[in-house]
């Protein structure tokens, strides 16, 4: 790097640190210390050519990622972008305003936002995802980078992203910690062991290296090392200091998400010295990867996978077969990415027995073992999902309750994903109650915008799985275990938010509303009672959320009793 170039570089440092301090003074809330300490990180990696990227396209296939982990640290992400001239230095100032789309934590509402994060510990498991997805799925040579904390180092997600990454030898996942010392209450676990951050990732796998956080030659000398590994993930432990370039905050305490009051700003203003506010520099723009004379663009690999896609036979079900609803869920699974070739499948070492494993046979390729770490799987298929890829995630549905905080913060960033939990309830039984969801339609109800499915039957759950793939949001198919009867005719439709009437009459005294497996038993409740001359009316709920309301209603009317019959409990069931 030329010396006028690291100069100009430095400068821009400057006018950064006066955005970030100022923007957090004028919020009157922020994380400024948190934010200073990544400056050199991300100025080098944003405008040495590290980080390709069109800002002009910001979807585009060949734009590398940037994902805040530590998204705390939300103050220099604008800024970067700011400095890249890519939103007006003013915007700055409405920080943190109920209005403004730079939230104190980056969301999908500012454009160049690729995750929406907060939560700690997620963001490299995200980037894993896309990884996978760029170099598994699209197959470019994109990178993904994300800027990690250290305090953000004790999460287990952390280390099971970085155990499957290994694995999958993702050499574009490259992630940067900023090893700053200093948590929300005093020094992190390691403080400024660096060594010891560095064994942990090689031992993980990965290769790691260190850096001083603030010298923009050493941090460049990283940056090229990274791209230049070809084998395996890599991560940059940088040792930095909270609230550089201000001596009064700089490695203190208790200045964790703390904004300077106005005469603390005076003074660090004026420790800064003079800055250039028209000072502005350019983001490196993205290889166009190509096959052939054609640009690789999203639709061209969708082309492309559809016509390498395999086909299986069609599966009918006859009535009064029994056949588990999770069987089903397979069978549906392979139908639907036969149709679309953007579905993929995630499974938690368990998909001989979610039968996620019947579509894994016809589309390897499209399958990705997560092994036993539902957290990580969860954060992934948001991932794959954001670079356009539609995941249907399944494991036991009484572990799908690990990853609630991942699927929580799905829904800020606009993620359609199906979740798939099978045996869930009391009805599994013998394998006893710490196996037996019992909450987990509360959990995925209470998803905004979300759709629960409960379907009875290995006709309602084939169709519904299909179904799913079309639904722009978080949806939960509730999959039995056990074999049940099927109930319905191959060609019957099951609308999102519909549901069943199969036994009606005009002396109905009670309507049983039940779904998934207690359908069953109201059908059996129904034969026992209209041999004692009491004439029931049932309806299979398959969809929770939307509830079919309607119906619901009309029966009550008709019928003046309802009797709800659950496998969860009351709170958040479908009573």
């Not at 196996?435 to 998803?447: G, K």
């Amino acid at each position: 790097m030329q010396k006028q170039n690291e100069t100009q570089l430095e400068e821009l440092n400057k006018l950064i640190r006066y955005w970030i301090i100022t923007m957090t003074t004028t919020a009157g809330s922020g994380h400024p210390s948190s934010s200073m300490s990544g400056v050199e990180l991300m100025s080098t990696l944003f405008f040495k050519g590290f980080l390709r990227y069109d800002p002009k396209k910001p979807e585009s296939i060949n734009n590398d990622r940037i994902i805040f982990s530590k998204g705390h640290a939300a103050p220099l992400y604008y800024a970067m972008w700011a400095a890249a001239g890519e939103i007006e230095a003013e915007e700055l100032g409405t920080l943190r305003q109920f209005w403004s789309r730079l939230e104190g934590h980056p969301t999908l509402h500012f454009p160049f936002t690729d995750v929406a994060t907060g939560s700690l510990g997620q963001g490299l498991s995200v980037g894993l995802g896309m990884a996978l997805a760029a170099d598994k799925l699209d197959k470019v040579g994109t990178y993904t980078w994300v800027f990690l904390g250290d305090s953000e180092m004790a999460e287990g997600q952390i280390w099971e992203a970085m155990e499957l990454a290994a694995y999958y030898k993702c050499h574009n996942l490259k992630a940067i910690v900023d090893v700053n010392r200093l948590g929300q209450r005093g020094q992190t676990m390691l403080g400024h062991d660096l060594e010891v951050y560095k064994s942990r990732a090689e031992s993980f796998g990965w290769s790691a290296y260190i850096v001083d956080g603030h010298n923009i030659q050493e941090i460049e000398a990283a940056y090229k090392e990274a791209i230049e590994n070809t084998d395996k993930p890599t991560i940059i432990f940088a040792k930095t200091f909270k609230g550089r370039g201000v001596s009064f905050i700089e490695d203190k305490d208790n200045w964790h998400g703390r904004a300077l009051d106005e005469q603390e700003l005076q003074k660090a203003l004026k420790e800064i010295g003079p800055v250039n506010e028209k000072l502005r520099a350019s983001i490196a723009q993205p290889i166009i990867y190509k096959k052939g004379d054609e640009e690789v663009t999203q639709d061209t690999v969708s082309k492309e996978q559809q016509e390498s896609g395999k086909s299986a036979t069609p599966v009918v079900y006859e009535e009064k077969d029994t056949i588990s609803s999770r069987e089903a869920y397979g069978n549906g699974l392979t139908e639907a990415m036969q149709q679309n070739s953007r579905i993929v499948i995630l499974d938690a070492e368990v998909s001989n027995s979610t039968k996620s494993a019947t579509a894994k046979k016809v589309f390897p390729e499209r399958f990705f073992e997560m092994y036993i770490a539902e957290q990580n799987m969860a954060s992934v298929a948001v991932g794959l999902a954001l670079r356009g890829y539609v995941p249907y995630v399944s494991s036991f549905a009484a572990f799908l309750s690990r990853a609630h905080d991942q699927i929580r913060m799905a829904q800020f960033s606009n993620t359609q994903m199906i979740c798939v939990g099978t045996h869930p309830g009391v009805s599994i039984g013998a394998d006893g109650s710490s196996q037996m969801a019992l909450e987990d339609l509360a959990f995925f109800r209470a998803i905004l915008g979300s759709v629960v499915l409960y379907p009875s039957d290995a006709t309602s759950t084939h169709a519904l799985t299909v179904a799913s793939a079309s639904l722009p949001s978080i949806v939960y198919i509730r999959a039995t275990r056990e074999s049940t009867p099927v109930l319905y005719a191959s060609d019957e439709e099951f609308p999102i938010g519909g549901s069943k009437i199969l036994c009606t009459s005009i002396d109905d005294r009670v309507t049983i509303v039940a779904a998934g497996i207690t359908v069953h038993e109201a059908l059996l409740a129904y034969k026992i009672l209209k041999e004692e001359d009491i004439v029931v009316r049932v309806i299979d709920a398959y969809s929770i959320k939307p509830i079919d309301a309607r119906s619901i209603r009309a029966a009550a009317a008709d019928t003046h009793n309802l009797i709800v019959v659950e496998d969860h409990y009351p709170e958040g069931g479908l009573g």
